[in-house]
């Protein structure tokens, strides 16, 4: 295989992991923050104690953070075929990718806002700041280095998940790999891939740290 070849798989491959990785990332941080935020306010001493209620999510993102990605990816596939019609390619790879990282983030926000100072919440509530404000004028207002420093570490997470999602043939460099450096045995396939994805983290964790530099500037 000629290197101009090489180069256009890569490409393919780099183009459907940036769509399964961009589009999960989007869903992730909406559900996650939702969830997150929930965790936050319904806990004991939270803003609206519910223990039930926290309680359950807690158990619901405890089983979905300790189940291993491709136990996940298999144990879905059903949920994956009613959502999207199918459970080949890039665009079913969402639906799982989506799943295993919201439990992921939501505990990142948890610490995140639990990382602001309490003192703050205080004054706001003092200064009659109803629970919708508090939360999105005080704890997201302020734990936003911690939220996109989490969002970083769950994207890079997902890049990690959509290589593990071309074992059931998910598309991206992950399918890239295992059909042409596993079962072709073609190596300089593989250490492309490799270096590709390295890059792509890299340059993931760039904008991330960049991003997170900047927030706490303000």
């Known amino acids: 295989m000629t290197w101009s070849e090489v180069a256009e798989l890569l490409w393919q491959g780099l183009r459907e992991t940036t769509w399964m990785v961009g589009f999960s990332t989007v869903l992730t941080a909406i559900g996650g923050l939702l969830v997150g935020v929930l965790l936050t306010l319904t806990e004991r001493g939270g803003l609206l104690p519910l223990r039930p209620v926290n309680a359950l999510l807690g158990l619901?993102?405890?089983?979905?953070?300790?189940?291993?990605?491709?136990?996940?990816?298999?144990a879905v596939i059903p949920f994956t075929r009613a959502v999207v019609g199918t459970t080949i390619g890039t665009t079913a790879a969402i639906v799982p990718l989506t799943i295993g990282a919201i439990p992921f983030y939501a505990r990142l926000v948890e610490t995140a806002i639990h990382e602001v100072p309490a003192d703050v919440v205080a004054a706001a509530t003092a200064m009659g700041a109803t629970r919708r404000q508090i939360v999105g004028k005080v704890l997201l207002r302020e734990a936003r280095p911690g939220l996109v420093a989490g969002l970083t570490v769950t994207v890079i997470a997902l890049v990690g998940y959509s290589a593990m999602a071309g074992v059931v043939g998910g598309g991206g460099l992950g399918d890239l790999a295992i059909r042409y450096g596993y079962q072709r045995f073609e190596t300089e396939v593989m250490i492309a891939t490799v270096g590709v994805l390295v890059v792509f983290v890299q340059l993931i964790q760039t904008l991330g740290d960049v991003l997170v530099r900047r927030l706490y500037h303000r």
Do not use: A, K, T
């Open 60 to 74: 619901v993102v405890n089983v979905g953070r300790s189940l291993p990605f491709i136990i996940l990816l298999v």
